[in-house]
């Protein structure tokens, strides 16, 4: 990271507050919510009855509602000036999106009373026609400045660029931005055109000036590396609201991801905030912006708060979640297997090294495919959504660790193309970029240091009881999931060169079900299949 990315100085004087405030705005902010209707337990996946009355679950949409007009109210009648808004990624990630598709995740947004909400890159996991659904049901602005949309009739003049609200007297610009490699990582479809986030941003944040507003926010979906090179880039933007990739800001807590805010520095010494909010609806972000008259930003502060059992649920919001609650639950509910230990499906260990969740996931597709000759499984990192803990293991858990309802994929390539493929799942390692590749029947080093293209060595497969050095003339058989063998998450390779490919297998999650099952009490591993140097 660069100099001019940490706090100075200067940056430090700024938010010291060296004039008064001629105007005040607190926003309240979520990111990658990930349709967790429901409470959250420690390992980031659906809470128990018993672990929530035992006080030992976090957020969920009936919390998120009772804390957010708690603070909101509170602030409006202290004459405050308040806007909440979302960093994009509502949809996917439990039974509710598998169910209702985005329609639970509006109604409650609707409900909670959003000001606005960025286009994340997975409410195009259902193609345009999902995010154009969802577009039916909220009222609230849903923006992206980097999209162009003119090409698709579901989506043309339906997200918008900016946004401007009133607040208080005053005019706040919101502006936006979406991973470019959405095309990668979610299913946009050929209409759906990207632009550099950058520039984008810079374009609307121009059209927004001349139009006379100066207090400018950009709700991005782009991840806390892209958010701060913004931060930077971009003249006239007043701070970043980001998302993408689930980083823990805090101006308090001791295991945090980076300070809320952190301080970019632009070139002629402007300073911008940028915060997250982690994901899941476990934390609210509370940034506060102090604009004098002029509409320059003077100062800037706030934290992120935990959603845990001390804020009560709303009682009207927790009946209709258990309303919607009741078709799946026998599903959620059914016990399909026991594990000796926790398996770890963490954002954090399965997009930078070996899980155990990884190990199993591959396994249990060598498993079901072994008969027909595969001998390697490699599942994308991003593909895994949640942890489990040791003991019973319902449905319900297995489908909030693979929601995707992708489907085992079988092929054949060569050696040489599987080490193309490990490449690219390391070129982005760094910034916990969802293409990292968990394996099974293979041993691989990766090296973060060493340039992208670069980074992997002493790829070995298994030759009977030993390990060899893969042989890049030779053909193997691979196990993945569709979704990475069509080309997502960067896995081009395999989409050009997969010979035999057959993509409609049965769905993972049912894959590793079965798995965990068959091998009664399963106990979990991290067995050295990768290598960080």
């Known amino acids: 990271m660069t100099a001019r990315f940490l706090a100075s100085a200067a940056v430090v004087a700024l938010s010291a507050g060296m004039a008064q405030a001629d105007y005040t705005l607190h926003v309240l902010h979520i990111n990658d919510f990930h349709s967790r209707i429901e409470p959250i337990n420690a390992s980031d996946s659906t809470c128990s009855a018993e672990d929530d009355a035992a006080g030992e679950c976090f957020g969920g949409v009936a919390r998120l509602y009772t804390k957010i007009n708690e603070l909101r109210d509170s602030l409006t009648q202290d004459g405050q000036n308040v806007i909440v808004l979302d960093a994009g990624d509502q949809f996917q990630g439990s039974l509710f999106y598998s169910t209702y598709k985005g329609e639970a995740e509006a109604e409650f947004m609707e409900e909670i009373g959003f000001d606005a909400m960025a286009v994340g890159n997975h409410e195009f996991d259902d193609g345009p026609q999902g995010l154009a ?56 479809g050929p209409d759906v055109l990207f632009q550099d986030e950058v520039d984008a ?6 059209a927004l000036r001349e139009d006379g507003v100066t207090k400018i926010i950009a709700l991005t979906h782009v991840g806390f590396v892209r958010d ?31 300070a809320y805010p952190t301080w970019v520095s632009q070139e002629d010494g402007t300073a911008v905030p940028v915060v997250q909010a982690y994901a899941y609806g476990k934390y609210l972000g509370h940034l506060v912006l102090e604009f004098n008259d002029e509409g320059s930003l003077i100062h800037a502060h706030g934290d992120t708060i935990l959603i845990d059992a001390s804020v009560a649920p709303d009682e009207q919001i927790a009946a209709r ?26 954002r954090e260990t399965c997009r930078q090294q070996e899980c155990s969740m990884g190990n199993a996931i591959t396994d249990a597709m060598l498993a079901r495919t072994q008969e027909q000759g595969i001998t390697i499984a490699i599942q994308n990192g991003g593909g895994i959504r949640a942890s489990i803990e040791g003991g019973e293991v319902t449905m319900g858990d297995v489908l909030t660790v693979l929601p995707f309802q992708n489907t085992l994929s079988t092929f054949q390539t060569t050696g040489a193309v599987i080490v193309e493929a490990l490449e690219n799942g390391a070129s982005r390692m760094e910034e ?15 090296d973060p240091a060493a340039e992208p293209g670069s980074r992997i060595s002493e790829v070995m497969v298994r030759d009977g009881e030993d390990w060899v050095p893969i042989d890049a003339d030779a053909t193997y058989g691979v196990a993945t999931n569709n979704y990475v063998r069509q080309g997502g998450d960067g896995f081009h390779m395999f989409a050009a060169n997969a010979e035999n490919a057959y993509d409609y297998g049965p769905d993972l999650a049912d894959v590793l079900a079965d798995y965990l099952a068959d091998a009664q009490d399963y106990q979990p591993v991290v067995e050295g299949r990768i290598s960080v140097n």
Not at 165 to 171: A, I, N, P, S, T
Not at 201 to 206: G, N
Not at 432 to 446: H, K
């Open 133 to 188: 659904d969802f577009l039916d049901r909220v009222t609230f602005p849903v923006l992206s400045s980097n999209l162009d949309l003119s090409r698709s009739n579901l989506l043309n003049n339906r997200v918008q660029k900016s946004t401007v609200l009133e607040v208080g007297g005053e005019r706040i610009g919101i502006v936006s931005a979406l991973a470019t490699d959405t095309v990668e990582t979610s299913s946009p």
């Open 201 to 206: 941003l810079a374009a609307e944040v121009d």
């Open 228 to 258: 701060q090179e913004i931060a930077a880039q971009v003249p006239g933007i007043d701070a970043v609201v980001g998302g993408h990739s689930h980083t823990f800001l805090s101006a308090s807590a001791e295991e945090r991801q980076g």
């Open 321 to 346: 979640v258990a309303e919607l609650g009741e078709p799946i639950e026998e599903l959620k509910a059914r016990v399909v297997a026991s594990i000796a230990a926790d398996l770890d499906g963490s």
């Open 432 to 446: 916990g970029a969802g293409r990292f590749a968990q394996v099974a029947g293979l041993r691989y080093a990766v």
